[in-house]
C-alpha cells in the first residue's frame, strides 16, 4: 500500500467518525427537542385538567414547568452549537480527503508520464542501434 492509498485509508476512516458523531449528536438534539415538546404537552394537559378555583397549584407547576423548559432549551441550543462544530469538522475532514485523492491521483499520472519517457527512451535507443548496423 502506497504512502498515497495509506492517507486516504485514515481520511476516509476520519470522515465516517465524523459522520457517526454528527448522526449522534443530532440523536440528542432530536430527543431534547422531543422532551421540550413533552413539556409543552404536559403544561396543556395540566392546566386543561386543573380545577379553576385551585390556580395556585398550577402556577406553582407552572413556573416549575417554566423553568424546566429553559433547562431544556439551554441543552438544545449546546447541542446545536456542538452540531455546528460537527459540521464544520466533516466539512473539513471532507476536504483533506478530497486533496489526498487529488494527491494521489496526480501521483499516479507523474508515475504514467515517466513510465512513458522510459519506454519511449528505450525504443528510441533500440531505433538507434538498429539504424546504426
Known amino acids: 500500500m502506497s504512502w498515497a492509498d495509506s492517507l486516504i ?3 476516509g ?6 459522520q457517526k458523531r454528527l448522526a ?7 430527543d431534547a427537542e422531543m422532551r421540550l415538546a413533552m413539556l409543552f404537552a404536559q403544561g396543556d394537559a395540566e392546566a386543561a385538567a386543573t380545577d379553576p378555583t385551585n390556580t395556585g397549584d398550577l402556577l ?3 413556573e416549575h414547568l417554566k423553568v424546566r423548559k429553559q433547562r431544556v432549551q439551554g441543552e438544545i441550543e449546546i447541542i446545536m452549537a456542538e452540531e455546528s462544530g460537527a459540521r464544520d469538522a466533516l466539512a473539513q475532514a471532507f476536504e483533506e480527503q478530497k486533496k489526498y485523492e487529488h494527491l ?3 501521483a499516479r499520472i507523474a508515475e504514467a508520464k515517466k513510465q512513458g519517457r522510459i519506454e519511449a527512451a528505450a525504443m528510441d535507443e533500440l531505433g538507434l542501434r538498429k539504424s546504426a548496423r
Do not use: M, N, P
Request: neutral net charge; glycine residues 4%; proline residues 0%.
Open 104 to 106: 494521489a491521483e496526480q
Open 60 to 62: 406553582r407547576f407552572l
Open 13 to 18: 476512516y476520519e470522515v465516517e467518525t465524523l
Open 24 to 30: 449522534e449528536i443530532g440523536d440528542r438534539r432530536r
Open 9 to 11: 485509508k485514515l481520511s
